[in-house]
């Protein structure tokens, strides 16, 4: 590189003769300076980027990996799920399909225990009606028994001569020995 800088300086003595000096001449210098600078960037320059693109397209390149990594276990997780989505929405319909089932019957074995239980109470209050008869025709009877004792013992205590109570006292002997 320096020799290439030399090269050029002296080939511009040579082609002026005035000797070294300095060029005023605006686009003869900075074309010359913007050469040396293009040839110092090519020169080193080209080492250190190509190890930057090389680094940067590696890192690129390993991105794209991870990246297609994630897409490809995203993909394999969404599908599982898919699948435990697909499952539960089966179970669920299952234990739809068993509840409205069960509830069929319960609701069949509640009317049944319901008519049972209807039964039973139109048995029940039968039988408290036929007790209730009988205790009411039972207390008639003793009703009844005790007027009628009560009508006797009254006739019997205004009028009962000695003839009339043979004769009573002879019939219910007759009564009890006869039959």
Not at 33 to 38: D, Q
Not at 118 to 132: I, S
Request: proline share 0%; charged share 30%.
């Amino acid at each position: 590189m320096l020799n290439t800088v030399l090269l050029l300086a002296t080939e511009a003595m040579e082609g002026t003769e005035k000797g070294f000096g300095l060029d005023f001449n605006i686009l003869r210098t900075n074309l010359f300076n913007l050469a040396i600078l293009v040839g110092v960037v090519v020169f080193y320059g080209r080492k250190v980027l190509t190890n930057i693109l090389a680094q940067r397209q590696s890192k690129i390149a390993e991105t794209i990996q991870e990246a297609e990594e994630r897409n490809q276990k995203a993909s394999s997780a969404l599908a599982v799920e898919q699948k435990k989505l697909a499952e539960s929405k089966i179970e669920a319909e299952k234990i739809v399909a068993t509840a409205k089932e069960r509830a069929k019957s319960l609701a069949a074995e509640i009317a049944a225990k319901a008519e049972v239980d209807v039964a039973r109470m139109q048995e029940t209050a039968a039988k408290n009606l036929g007790a209730e008869q009988e205790r009411v025709m039972m207390e008639l009877r003793q009703r009844i028994a005790t007027l009628a004792m009560e009508s006797v013992e009254s006739k019997l205590k205004g009028g009962l001569d000695d003839s009339t109570q043979q004769g009573l006292i002879d019939r219910s002997l007759a009564q009890l020995g006869g039959r």
